[in-house]
């Protein structure tokens, strides 16, 4: 997409009238794409206020349960955001400082307490593991993993 979207804008160079017209709509609408594509591999975290005030506001819910199937086997079903969910933690993860640093103080927003309990998650989690902490601690900092 990106390549195609490159060879679009060197085109629109040398394009006039209706027709430079038609190639900047079509790169309207391929960056879109793009943006659809990315987000079908790599889903985005929105947040919302707890007031869920605006017309925007999409609430989010926090349950989770054990479900047994017929061999008595126990699986943990949650819908919404959950930390159970690996992917989850993974984005989190990614973006935590920025959004602990964002969320400091807001205590009317999902984000704080979302940043408050992932902390306390992940110092339970790693506690007896003081090495996989500091990686962790790394990673989040965005140092490499030749430097680590």
């Known amino acids: 997409m990106r390549e195609s ?6 085109l629109l160079k040398q394009a006039s009238g209706r027709e430079a017209f038609i190639i900047k709509h079509t790169l309207i609408e391929m960056r879109k794409d793009q943006y659809v594509i990315k987000n079908a591999y790599r889903r985005p975290i929105i ?4 007031t869920r005030s605006g017309p925007y506001s999409i609430p989010l819910h926090w349950d989770e349960w054990i479900e047994y ?13 959950s930390f159970c969910d690996s ?4 984005e989190i993860m990614q973006v935590y400082p920025a959004l602990k640093n964002r969320s400091q103080g807001n205590f009317l927003g999902d984000t704080w307490y979302m940043c408050l309990d992932f902390g ?4 339970r989690a790693l506690a ?5 902490k500091r990686i962790v601690e790394y990673k989040m900092e965005r140092i ?5």
């Open 5 to 10: 979207i490159k060879r679009w804008e060197e």
């Open 144 to 148: 490499p993993n030749t430097e680590i």
């Open 128 to 132: 007896e593991y003081p090495m996989y």
């Open 87 to 90: 992917k989850i933690c993974s």
């Open 69 to 81: 199937d017929n061999d008595g086997n126990a699986a943990i079903k949650y819908s919404g955001l």
């Open 47 to 50: 947040f919302t206020r707890l």
């Open 120 to 123: 306390a998650l992940m110092d």
